[in-house]
Nanobody, 115 residues
Framework: QEQLVESGGGLVQPGGSLRLSCVAS???????MGWYRQVPGTQRELVAT???????VYVDSVKGRFTISRDNAKKTLYLRMNSLKPEDTAVYFC??????????WGQGTQVTVSS
């Protein structure tokens, strides 16, 4: 059973930056991965994805501000978030694809953007 552990969330002022990390218990090199976020009472939404070959996709609201990256040797997925806005406030979840089922989720890390 794959385990994903996110870290790096916290409270930041508008315009600030954070870097989220997601460490996997197993190899990630052949899997697509992504970051999602969820505000209580709403559906979880895609933020960014990255394929095993490094191709990235972003939701329009974060393009130019967020960067997803991966370090396969460290089994770690990253999300660099710059120019943060209050509407970025959410719980951020890491996701790893699975060849045999629905994939794996981390437990989430809270990001709060507020002055």
């Amino acid at each position: 059973q794959e385990q994903l552990v996110e870290s790096g969330g916290g409270l930041v002022q508008p315009g600030g930056s954070l870097r989220l990390s997601c460490v996997a218990s197993g190899s990630i090199s052949i899997y697509g991965m992504g970051w999602y976020r969820q505000v209580p009472g709403t559906q979880r939404e895609l933020v960014a994805t990255i394929t095993s070959s490094g191709t990235t996709v972003y939701v329009d609201s974060v393009k130019g501000r967020f960067t997803i990256s991966r370090d396969n040797a460290k089994k770690t997925l990253y999300l660099r978030m710059n120019s943060l806005k209050p509407e970025d406030t959410a719980v951020y979840f890491c996701f790893r694809e699975s060849a045999y089922g629905p994939g794996f989720w981390g437990q989430g890390t809270q990001v709060t953007v507020s002055s």
